[in-house]
């Protein structure tokens, strides 16, 4: 068993809240101290590595048991903590549809996980979760248009920083997301 120093419950919450939930929590601890956090959402993994590497906080690993996640993360020390920062190429989703509609030559990837993306994804979007991303790099083309979109556009703000620090140069975030997408979905299951 690990020794942490707090225990968040995160369970049941879908991207970002975890996210959320965590930030506010490790806040107020002590650099050094460990907190777990409880969560369901499959994608919390990838979302607590992606945003502990950019802010400096240390990912220690997450367990599963019984169907809980539990991730461990380590506060930093104030010299080791990096300033949050946010991706500044956006698009709302409207702008997005509009130049689908336009037929712009361009990538939309989804970073949601598999199941999200199974049962309602903009039509061609090309799948790659979050915890996929840095494995499959290869699979898009650096000088390409590329969309990032997820659910709310925290998962793709973090996955479009990781894009544009990996050499890509036409990223741009979709906000809000598929939480508020009124263009045509479609489904990946039979």
């Known amino acids: 068993m690990i020794k942490t ?3 968040l419950d995160a369970k049941g919450l879908a991207c970002p809240m975890p996210i959320v939930k965590t930030k506010k929590t490790i806040t107020n601890m002590e650099p050094g101290q460990v907190l777990e956090v409880q969560a369901t959402d499959k994608g919390s993994t990838a979302d607590l590595k992606a945003w502990t590497e950019r802010v400096g906080h ?11 996640l539990h991730h461990y993360v380590r506060k930093t020390t104030d010299s080791e903590e990096k300033q949050e920062t946010t991706y500044e ?5 409207d702008e ?15 970073v949601r996980e598999e199941a999200e993306y ?5 039509p ?3 799948s790659i979760p979050m ?21 709310t556009g925290t998962r793709s703000d973090l996955a479009a920083q ?4 990996r050499g890509f140069n036409k990223v741009t975030n979709v906000v809000p997301g598929m939480s508020d997408w009124n263009g045509p979905t479609e489904k990946s299951i039979g």
């Open 124 to 126: 061609g979007a090309i």
């Open 131 to 151: 915890g996929e991303l840095d494995n499959r790099l290869d699979e898009l083309g650096k000088d390409d248009e590329i969309y990032v979109i997820c659910r």
């Open 89 to 93: 190429v956006v698009v709302n989703n």
């Open 58 to 68: 240390q990912y220690l690993g997450t367990v599963e048991e019984s169907g809980t």
């Open 162 to 165: 990781k894009l544009a620090d």
């Open 96 to 110: 997005l549809q509009r130049k689908l509609e336009s037929s712009e030559d361009l990538t939309v990837v989804d």
């Open 5 to 7: 120093d707090q225990v």
């Open 118 to 122: 199974s049962f309602n994804h903009i």
